[in-house]
């Protein structure tokens, strides 16, 4: 039991991880995209997503990687266990490394989903409510009773940023 609420906690702690490098990759890639100066938006976009395709694979999968070819290959036998920088190597359990790996997968997979739909639905509703309680707020003090025109009601709307569907294609890339 102790073994299994460890597993879990290091994988649900590396998905905490792998979400915040996320967003850290996200503004590196922005960044070194912005730098190249491109001519067009497409070559823009093309750029951008070969370098967040590379970042957010090697960010995904790399403890997955870790976990199924080297945990546990490299340790020695007893009288003479491998070191790396004076500490001795990890070991699998008993039973080998894949419970690790399959609890690994599962909560990376699934709680990478769930996120990603929780801010979905979330932070467009919560954008959309803090608007119109601003705007309301606005009209108070104005003390005006008509009802609103369309152009206040398009401001009403949220703004999409430059590569707006860029995160929907990347989810496709990834399914």
Request: net charge neutral.
């Amino acid at each position: 039991m102790v073994t299994l609420t460890t597993l879990v906690t290091a994988a649900l702690l590396n998905l905490v991880c792998i979400m915040i490098f996320n967003l850290i990759y996200r503004r590196i890639a922005t960044y070194l995209t912005e730098l190249e100066v491109h001519r067009t938006q497409t070559e823009y976009e093309n750029s951008l997503t070969l370098k967040m395709f590379l970042l957010q694979f090697v960010n995904y999968y790399s403890s997955i990687f870790y976990i199924a070819f080297f945990k546990g290959r490299f340790v020695g036998y007893p009288g003479h266990y491998n070191s790396l920088f004076g500490y001795r190597q990890e070991e699998c359990g008993a039973g080998g490394c894949l419970l690790e790996l399959s609890l690994q997968l599962a909560i990376i997979m699934v709680g990478k989903q769930s996120v990603n739909a929780i801010l979905e639905m979330g932070v467009p509703w919560l954008l959309r409510v803090y608007k119109k309680w601003s705007v309301h707020k606005k009209a108070e003090c104005v003390n005006e009773n008509h009802a609103p025109t369309q152009w206040e009601s398009d401001y009403n709307l949220i703004n999409q940023e430059q590569t707006g569907l860029f995160g929907e294609y990347l989810e496709m890339g990834k399914a």
